[in-house]
C-alpha cells in the first residue's frame, strides 16, 4: 500500500484503462445505497462538499455501499474501456475517512465488451489487501494476460472514491488496410512510458484519442530555468513503420515550447516500466523545427527514416506544454 507522502511507482504513470474517458463502464454492483458505481470511474479523485446531502444521507463523490449486517462483501463489476495488460490498480479512499473498506480485492476476465457479468469466467488478479482510510492505495498486478473486464471487491461494506487500472492497451492491429494508424494513441496500445517532467500534466495525456478539451488536457512541465530541455519517451502500440509526426500545442498560447525534435529507436524487447533511454541507440529522425502556439503541427518522415521502430522520443526546448503527439503509420510485424 502506497500513502500520499511516499514515491508514487512507475505503473501510476501508465494509462487508467478503466477511464470514463476511455469507455470504461461501472456495469453492476450488489449495493450503491450512498452513492453509485459511476464515480469510480470519473476524473479526478473526488471532492467533498460538508454540508450537501441526500435523502439517504450525506452526499459523496464516490460509491458507498449501506452498512453491511450480514456475512459476505460487496463488489462492482466495471468493463474497461480499453482491454489490455494491467500492470497495478489505485483503489483511492480520498475522502472516505471511517467509512472506507478494510479490505479489497480485485477479480479479472476475459469476454465480449457486451457480456453480462453472471457470463464471465473470473481469475484473481488482486488478493485481498488492507486499504488506508483518504488515501491512494496502490497494488501492482502479477499477470501478463489481455483482460477486458475487472471486478472490486470490498470487505465488509463502505465507500471508494476512484478506481484505476493502470496499463496499456493491446488492439487487434491489422496493416492490410492503406490508411495509416495513430501508434502513439493510447486506444492503439501506444503509452508513454519516461519523460524528464509531468509538473502541471501528465505525459499519457497527449496520446488520448480525440481532440483536447483544454490546456489540462495534455501534457506540461514546469518553467526550466536552467540549461537542458524536456523530453517524453513513448512505447508505440506495435512496432511500426511511421511515416508523419503531429505536434499538437491547441490551447497552449503562453505556455508552448519554442522548438521541439523527434528520435526513435527499435527495442523490442525493453521493458515497461523499467525502461532505460540511454541503453537505446537513438535516431534523429526529424531534427529541431519551431513550434507555433495554439495550433496543429506536421513533420512527414523521409523514406529513409521511416522504421522501423518501437520507440519514439518527443523532445521540447526548453519547456512548455503539448496537447497531443500523434505518429501516423503502419504496424510492421516482419
Known sequence: MSSETENIPAFANLVDLAAERLGGSALEANDEFFAP????????RGVFVPDKYTDRGKWMDGWETRRRRDEGHDWCVIRLGRPGVIR?????????????????SVDAAVGRQDAAPDNLEWTELLPKVSLGPGCRNLFPAESERRWTHLRLNIYP???VARFRAYGYAVPSLRNGSDDDIDLACVTNGGVAILCSDQRFGQMNNMLMPGAPVNMGDGWETQRRRGPGFDWAVVRLGSRATINR???????FKGNYPGRCSIEACFAPGAPLEDFDASTCSWTEIISEKALEPDRVHTFTLSPGRRGPFT?????????GGVARFRAFGRPDND
Open 37 to 44: 458505481k459511476e464515480n469510480l470511474l470519473k476524473p479526478g
Open 88 to 104: 497495478g490498480l489505485d483503489i483511492d479512499t480520498n475522502h472516505f475517512i471511517g467509512n472506507q473498506p478494510e479490505h479489497a
Open 157 to 159: 461494506d463502505g465507500g
Open 245 to 251: 509526426f503531429e505536434v499538437d500545442t491547441t490551447h
Open 311 to 319: 520507440h519514439v522520443r518527443l523532445n521540447i526546448f526548453p519547456d
